[in-house]
């Protein structure tokens, strides 16, 4: 019992970034509306949108969501992209963005990756940022929602029974 004890006290003092790995910012200020939402693929390689899209407008500063390192700035399958790998194997993605960033490069929460480009297929305002998170490399990536990573969204626990 005196175990159980100390695994609930650790558990209920473990701030949000200990309980739920890294804790993001919004990469576009202010907070934008989200207007195409998280849709895991199942199983990883099918259909689905492998994040969020934010609106915004053309030019408009891409901020890293924390600190990480540069491990892709520039053109990809025709649009320009800017990855990062956050510590403890977190990856987040950000597009179509303007780098001036470049490869290896260290940067901490909230520094100017680039800037956003007009252009995101469907989106419905001026300029959206395509915001994606995964768990793992590439091969073995777990996608996930990022607005589920914000500082400044609740974590919840799911009961035990029923």
């Known amino acids: ?9 650790t558990l ?8 739920a790995g890294p804790r993001l910012a919004w990469p576009l200020r202010p907070p934008p509306a989200v207007v195409r939402g998280f849709d895991a693929p199942s199983p990883n390689w099918t ?7 934010l609106a915004g407008v053309p030019n408009q500063p891409v901020y890293a969501a924390g600190e990480a390192t540069v491990i892709y700035a520039g053109p990809l399958a025709g649009r320009l992209v800017v ?23 260290v940067v901490d929460a909230g520094s100017v990756l680039g800037v956003l480009m007009a252009g995101h297929p469907g989106c419905p305002a001026s300029a959206c940022l395509h915001w994606g998170a995964m768990w793992g490399p590439a091969s073995e990536a777990q996608y996930v929602d990022p607005v589920g990573l914000l500082a400044s969204t609740p974590i919840r626990l799911k009961p035990l029974h029923g």
């Open 1 to 9: 019992m005196p175990t159980l004890f100390w695994a609930l006290l």
């Open 12 to 19: 209920v003092s473990a701030s949000p970034a200990d309980a």
């Open 47 to 53: 259909s689905g949108h492998r994040g969020v899209d």
């Open 83 to 105: 990855s990062l790998a956050h510590p403890g194997g977190l990856h987040t993605s950000y597009e179509p963005v303007q780098p001036n960033v470049r490869v290896g490069q």
